[in-house]
């Protein structure tokens, strides 16, 4: 069942928001690293979180009838990160908006699969807050494609911070879940 998947895969999210924070962290320490530093920091992290959820697809691909999504996000998060790192010399306008478009993406994946959970799972909200977090994202980046490189390095990393953060909220709390459902034994997944 998608449910007991995704209890039981609690560490895919709090992994995913580990690589968050750190990129996160990394990017407001340093704010003044160029921005082709930036894209190849930007790529990596894509490439990681990507890699993460295609993993996360694959292993539950027989076990729920959305994989897709997961697998879909994956996917757009790795091609995302491959070109940032194979083209490295790209305009900071175009960075702007790939990154605008992934993250709107992203969001509106996270919202819709925070929505396909709110009957399974406690919690949910942690997710679909990130989805909105990171729609808004992607809409000040469409918003202000000009914005000076440091302005555009806080927001991203700012981002980070907060995306990562909840993530790994979740991530816990799925465990959690898990944790009383063991406890528990058979019967509906809620929230401790």
Same mark, same amino acid.
């Given at each position: 069942?998608?449910?007991? !998947?995704?209890?039981?895969?609690?560490?895919?999210?709090?992994?995913?928001?580990? !690589?968050?924070?750190?990129?996160?962290? !990394?990017?407001?320490?340093?704010?003044?690293?160029?921005?082709?530093?930036?894209?190849?920091?930007?790529?990596?992290?894509?490439?990681?979180?990507?890699?993460?959820?295609?993993?996360?697809?694959?292993?539950?691909?027989?076990?729920?009838?959305?994989?897709?999504?997961?697998?879909?996000?994956?996917?757009?998060?790795?091609?995302?990160?491959?070109?940032?790192?194979?083209?490295?010399?790209?305009?900071?306008?175009?960075?702007?908006?790939?990154?605008?478009?992934?993250?709107?993406?992203?969001?509106?994946?996270?919202?819709?699969?925070?929505?396909?959970?709110?009957?399974?799972?406690?919690?949910?909200?942690?997710?679909?807050?990130?989805?909105?977090?990171?729609?808004?994202?992607?809409?000040?980046?469409?918003?202000?494609?000009?914005?000076?490189?440091?302005?555009?390095?806080?927001?991203?990393?700012?981002?980070?911070?907060?995306?990562?953060?909840?993530?790994?909220?979740?991530?816990?709390?799925?465990?959690?879940?898990?944790?009383?459902?063991?406890?528990?034994?058979?019967?509906?997944?809620?929230?401790?």
């Amino acid at each position: 069942m998608m449910t007991e !998947f995704i209890v039981r895969n609690w560490w895919a999210p709090v992994i995913r928001g580990v !690589f968050a924070v750190l990129f996160g962290a !990394f990017t407001l320490a340093v704010p003044r690293i160029s921005l082709k530093a930036l894209i190849l920091v930007f790529g990596v992290y894509a490439v990681a979180e990507g890699v993460t959820s295609i993993i996360g697809a694959v292993r539950g691909g027989d076990e729920r009838r959305r994989w897709w999504v997961l697998l879909l996000e994956g996917i757009v998060g790795v091609g995302i990160g491959l070109i940032a790192l194979l083209l490295p010399g790209i305009t900071a306008v175009a960075l702007v908006f790939w990154i605008g478009a992934w993250a709107i993406l992203r969001g509106a994946l996270e919202i819709g699969l925070a929505i396909r959970l709110r009957d399974h799972i406690e919690g949910e909200w942690l997710l679909g807050l990130a989805g909105v977090l990171s729609i808004a994202l992607g809409v000040l980046m469409f918003a202000s494609p000009g914005v000076g490189a440091l302005v555009m390095i806080v927001w991203i990393g700012a981002y980070a911070l907060v995306f990562g953060v909840f993530l790994i909220a979740l991530g816990i709390r799925l465990r959690g879940i898990g944790v009383a459902r063991l406890r528990q034994g058979p019967g509906p997944i809620h929230g401790t």
